[in-house]
């Protein structure tokens, strides 16, 4: 599986940004698709995850009720609607592939692409 996000940038607070990842599957496609991010001097940190179908979805309880995850398996494409932006959401944002959908935060995935970085000021 291979990643390929898009989409960061500098911004606002307040502001909103969409993130993209594409994802190039080998034989299966059926992967739980997710966000992490890690500030300077940060652990890495889970931000959000969504289920094979995007039906169901994960979120980081600092970033619930202003992210949103979603994904179109037709374009093998997930998105991470960020709204509402402060400035501790600054980071490089990866995207990354898991075989099985936990329900819940994870603490890794299985595969994982090139991160992007999001700068959002005071």
């Known amino acids: 599986v291979q990643l390929q996000a898009s989409g960061g940038g500098s911004a606002q607070a307040g502001d909103s940004l969409r993130l993209s990842c594409v994802a190039s599957?080998?034989?299966?496609?059926?992967?739980?698709l997710g966000w992490f991010r890690q500030a300077p001097g940060k652990e890495r940190e889970f931000v959000a995850a969504?289920?094979?179908?995007?039906?169901?979805?994960a979120y980081a309880d600092s970033v619930k009720g202003r992210f949103s995850i979603s994904r179109d398996n037709s374009k093998n494409t997930v998105y991470l609607q960020m709204n509402n932006l402060k400035p501790e959401d600054t980071a490089v944002y990866y995207c990354?592939?898991?075989?099985?959908?936990?329900?819940?935060?994870?603490?890794?995935?299985?595969?994982w692409g090139q991160g992007t970085q999001v700068t959002v000021s005071s």
């Open positions: 990354a592939a898991d075989h099985l959908w936990y329900g819940g935060p994870y603490d890794d995935m299985d595969y």
């Open positions: 599957y080998g034989k299966y496609d059926n992967y739980a």
């Open positions: 969504t289920s094979w179908s995007g039906t169901s979805a």
